[in-house]
Each structure stands twice: as structure tokens, then as C-alpha cells.
């Protein structure tokens, strides 16, 4: 199993302002995925991070709000852009091998203000 | 397409049994359940893909019905421990980009 780390684990920002977070796997996978999660609701997926290129977006989703960068194959960041107060939410690192159960991080508490 | 589970909450007594099933309106190529605690990670439980092969904790079982489009979930002799928000996350890309879309989940709560 991989053993994902996130940082930070919660941050609180001012409105306007971005924030990166850090993703962390301890060994090398194949697929990884950014989601959010509002307390008590499911898991959205934003994108996936792809190595070496552009993130694939899901509908509602745009790269100039949520850049996304996978230099390699064990670490991603997601950047939170020009925040507000609707982005308050959990963001969670996932990784996945193929044909593989896929793994959370402990995910980042945001609070924007 | 979100797959819908039900129910969406179940109170159980400890040693009592509990099925949450998943359904999907399109074709599923493997399911994957997670369990989530209050303030955590959700936390993989099992794997189940197409052709019969399953992945998974040896104490939780489950089954996936290809022509239905249905897998459920069997928690048996429940536990303490077992309470959280089970989630079902599908994967009907047929392997072409491998993301999984969760459902609303089920509160499962385990009283002594």
C-alpha cells in the first residue's frame, strides 16, 4: 500500500490570496488525483495530475483557479487560486497503481476568510 | 455519473449485519469501497473488478454484479470500530483514465 502525506494538513487564508498544498507518496504510482470535500458530502474529483503534463480537468474545474503540477511520479501540488470563501473545504491527495486499490492523504483543512 | 448507494444511513447493534449496496447507471468496470471516520481520510477497503477478481479486507466481504451494475457491501458481526461513512467509488471508464466518482455514501452508526 502507498502511505500518502499532505501539506499543509489546515491552513486559514485571507480572501484574494493562494495557497499550495503538498502531496507527498512514498513510492512511485501510476495515477494521482486531487479531490474536495465539503463536511459531511462526497468526494469530488477536481483533476488528474499527470506527469510531465498539463492536469486533466472535471467539469467545473479550470486550471487558472486550481493549477496543478506532477513533476514526477511520487509528488504533486495543487494550488488554490484567488481564493474565497466558497473554497473552504477539505483537499485530498490520491494515488492509485493500475488495476489497484487508490489511496487517500490525510488531506488539508482550508478555511478562507 | 454518481453511483447512488442506500441506505443512506444505518444504526446498527454491535454483532448485527449491514449491506450497502451501490448502483450505477452505466456500465462498471471495478468498484472500490472506502470508510471514512469523523475528521479523517477515507480508508480503503476494498477492490472489486470486472471478471470476478476482489482485493480486500478479510473481514468485510462483497459482491459485484456485472449485469446489474450493482456491487454491495456485507459488514458481518459489526464492530465498534466499523462505524463511519462508507463510500462506494466507481470506475466506468473502462480503465481508459482510471477515475473513480463516489457516491453520496452511507452513515453506518454501531451502538453496544
Known amino acids: 500500500s502507498a502511505v500518502i502525506s499532505q501539506k499543509p494538513s489546515r491552513d486559514i487564508c485571507q480572501r484574494g490570496t493562494s495557497l499550495t498544498i503538498q502531496c507527498q507518496v512514498d513510492?512511485?504510482?501510476?495515477?494521482m488525483f486531487w479531490y474536495r470535500q465539503q463536511p459531511g458530502q462526497s468526494l469530488t474529483l477536481i483533476a488528474t495530475?499527470?506527469?510531465?503534463?498539463?492536469?486533466?480537468?472535471e467539469s467545473g474545474f479550470v486550471i487558472d483557479k486550481f493549477p496543478i503540477s506532477r513533476p514526477n511520479l511520487t509528488f504533486s501540488t495543487l494550488t488554490v487560486s484567488n481564493m474565497s470563501p466558497e473554497d473552504s473545504s477539505i483537499y485530498l491527495c490520491?494515488?492509485?497503481?493500475?488495476?489497484?486499490?487508490?489511496?487517500f492523504g490525510p488531506g488539508t483543512r482550508l478555511t478562507v476568510l | 455519473q454518481q453511483p447512488v448507494q442506500s441506505p443512506q444511513a444505518v444504526i446498527l447493534r454491535e454483532g448485527e449485519d449491514a449491506v450497502i449496496n451501490c448502483s450505477s447507471s452505466?456500465?462498471?468496470?471495478?468498484v472500490h469501497w472506502y470508510r471514512q471516520k469523523h475528521g479523517e481520510a477515507p480508508v480503503f477497503l476494498m477492490i472489486?473488478?470486472?471478471?470476478?477478481e476482489q482485493k480486500g479486507h478479510d473481514k468485510i466481504s462483497a459482491s459485484f454484479n456485472e449485469k446489474k451494475q450493482q456491487s454491495s457491501l456485507y459488514l458481518t458481526a459489526s464492530q465498534l470500530s466499523y462505524s463511519g461513512t462508507y463510500f462506494c467509488?466507481?470506475?466506468?471508464?473502462?480503465?481508459?483514465?482510471?477515475?473513480?466518482?463516489f457516491g453520496k455514501g452511507t452513515l453506518l452508526t454501531v451502538n453496544p
Open positions: 490520491s494515488a492509485r497503481q493500475l488495476y489497484n486499490e487508490q489511496f
Open positions: 513510492s512511485q504510482v501510476t495515477m
Open positions: 495530475a499527470n506527469q510531465g503534463s498539463e492536469a486533466t480537468y
Open positions: 452505466k456500465a462498471l468496470y471495478s
Open positions: 472489486l473488478l470486472k471478471g470476478g
Open positions: 467509488g466507481t470506475d466506468n471508464s473502462g480503465g481508459s483514465n482510471y477515475k473513480l466518482t
